[in-house]
């Protein structure tokens, strides 16, 4: 897509001082579009590639450098988020290079289902890959998001071969997500790749519930209420690096 005759993007939102996705204070910024229907997903108003707003990388960057003063001194930077990213990769590698060129940290949150063909030419310019890994589970993860995990795995050895550092995101989501002999075994199958510094085992919760009803969408999660605390806690213990 273009305007003005300039490469542009839709973007859904931007969030100017976020705290939980990466680093630091961090400029994030939610892409449109997503291949997945996770069965929590919180945003599935980013599912439709169009919406939102349109911009160019110019114009994103500039309103992104207003707050630089706040990431350089929190050590935080930008992410790039969704939605997924890499449905609009010509965009993300060119708003990625971009970045770094302003010697701004960035990071960028996928679950690398659409981006095997795009990876190393965005993870380049990428200081930290969000990884969301739903399950290790092949079935689980097919029934939890409508898709194969293969595309994630790939991804995954892609920012190993790049040395890219990675976090691992992970939804402990009751009697979906919480069977521990899966959990034993993502920690065994993720053990090998050096470049993952952290794990990330986040509680399922509904607070995206209302947009799936705004929407007119079935959503099958009403009655799974959040984890037990002892059950998260062991989660993490597991999972641990």
């Known amino acids: 897509m273009t305007k003005n005759g300039e490469l ?3 973007i859904h939102s931007v969030e100017t001082a976020g705290m939980v996705d990466g680093p630091g204070i961090r400029y994030t910024i939610f892409f449109q579009g997503c291949a997945l229907r996770c069965k929590y997903c919180h945003n599935p108003d980013t599912w439709k590639l169009m919406g939102g707003q349109e911009m160019t990388v110019a114009e994103v960057l500039e309103d992104v450098l207003r707050y630089r003063s706040f990431m350089r001194f929190s050590g935080g ?3 790039i988020t969704g939605g997924d990213p890499f449905m609009q990769p010509e965009f993300l590698i060119e708003l990625l290079a971009a970045l770094k060129t302003e010697g701004l940290h960035t990071a960028l949150d996928t679950a690398g289902y659409t981006g095997a063909g795009n990876a190393e030419k965005a993870l380049v310019n990428t200081d930290l890959l969000l990884l969301d890994i739903k399950s290790i589970d092949p079935d689980t993860y097919k029934d939890l998001t409508g ?3 293969d595309a994630s795995l790939r991804m995954l050895d892609i920012a190993h ?8 995101r992970f939804v402990l989501v009751p009697d979906i997500t919480d069977n521990f002999d899966h959990i034993h075994q993502m920690r065994d199958f993720l053990a090998k790749y050096d470049n993952i510094t952290k794990i990330e085992v986040l509680p399922f ?3 995206g519930e209302y947009k799936w009803e705004d929407l007119g969408i079935k959503y099958e999660l009403h009655d799974t209420q959040p984890p037990e605390a002892d059950v998260l806690a062991k989660a993490r213990e597991i999972l641990s690096i």
């Not at 071969?161 to 691992?168: D, F, P, Q, Y």
């Open 8 to 10: 542009a993007a839709y």
């Open 77 to 79: 930077g930008v992410t």
């Open 147 to 149: 898709v194969r995990i």
């Open 161 to 168: 071969k790049l040395g890219v550092e990675t976090w691992i």
């Open 205 to 207: 919760h509904k607070m």
